[in-house]
């Protein structure tokens, strides 16, 4: 038993170095998910050698809040987002001791299973994995909203959502009690469609497709890889509506409309073309609006993508 606490707490401290270590990074993506881009887009070629203009990477980004904000800026929102990850671990691991999924290493049959008894064991595992991602998400949102609306401040310089008490009182004044679950809705659905995808996909692909045990270890990180690609537009539309009508310049008009609802939100930004905006962050393109100028698509003006 000891062991296994000693186990958690390794685990728990992993999550706060990870989380620290790649915090400038998400940082950096969630203010390009939000449609921040400070920095203007340059002209360059595609790898087929059509015109573009490239936007910066992820590492020109970071570099850029360091200008800005200095070291210590680079981990505005460190304190909630390991807060609520820590808290979500929690849920998820007190969640997987009571409900006791069954796992591949853990036979209850002597025999080789059959095919239905095969089948039975996946759809529980998958209402465990249901079960224990949707609490996760639940516990962990409101810490993900002032975790979002503290890295939104960049946009706008402003100071209203600083330590982690002082952002409950924000929220509460600001949205009240529903405000500390903006964006859940989007992100639930994400990772639940996300689940359900890559948990379908390996089990159709380990037990139609691939024979050699060797291969299948690699068959659930490839299918977790691909199912968020597919729903990345969820967490572009749920970070968005952490940030609408927050009283942050970053959440109003003229940089983000007030949405109503996370479908109008969705439905204006695959209007813009901008679901995916966040997915590349090596290479990145700029698509959003434009002017014609003799006869060349350029984009907006440099004044555009200059801070608010």
Known sequence: MSKQKENKWSNYALRIIVNTASHPFEYAKVLIQIGHEPIPPRPAKTFFGKPAHKLPNIFEYVKHIKSVDGFAGCYNGLAPKVCGNLLSAIATQKLIDYLEPPRDDDEDFEEE???????????????CDIITHTAAIFVSQPFH????????????RETKYNGILSSVKEIYTQNGILGFFSGLVPRLLGDICSLLLASSLT?????????????????????????????????????????TNSGLLAGSPPFMPHYNSWMD???????????????????????????????KSLPLPKETFKTP
């Open 203 to 243: 089990y159709a692909i380990n037990h139609y497709l691939v024979e050699e045990r060797e291969l299948k270890v690699y068959t659930s990180a490839t299918m977790t890889f691909l199912a968020t690609a597919v729903t990345y537009p969820f967490q572009v539309v749920s970070n968005c509506m952490a940030v």
């Open 145 to 156: 909203v002032i975790t979002v609306r503290m890295m939104a401040q960049f946009i706008g």
């Open 265 to 295: 939100c969705w439905a204006d930004l695959s209007c813009q073309n901008q679901l995916k905006r966040g997915s590349s962050l090596l290479i990145r393109y700029y698509i959003g609006p434009s002017i014609v100028i003799g006869g």
């Open 113 to 127: 299973p059959t095919e239905e008894q095969k089948r039975e064991r996946f759809i529980r595992s998958v209402k």
